[in-house]
């Protein structure tokens, strides 16, 4: 899921969010986040989540307005 940045100046600015799921184990998932201009750095921040989530969730991002 792309999240654009508040201030963004170019199409590209934001972060870019998603799962990182092990569907063949019980193994918790990660909420990875990273830049979305420099994605090959790979993740700024890594949340490891309490328990696996299911291969199919998705979500949406709303900005506030």
């Avoid at 600015?13 to 420099?38: C, F, K, M, Y």
Wanted: proline content about 8%.
């Amino acid at each position: 899921m792309f999240v654009p940045a508040a201030d963004a100046r170019s199409e590209d600015e934001g972060w870019l969010i998603s799962l990182a799921i092990h569907d063949d184990t019980n193994v918790p998932s990660q909420l990875r986040i990273l830049d979305a201009t420099a994605v090959e750095a790979g993740p700024v921040a890594a949340v490891r989540l309490p328990r696996r989530v299911p291969i199919g969730f998705h979500g949406n991002w709303i900005t506030e307005q």
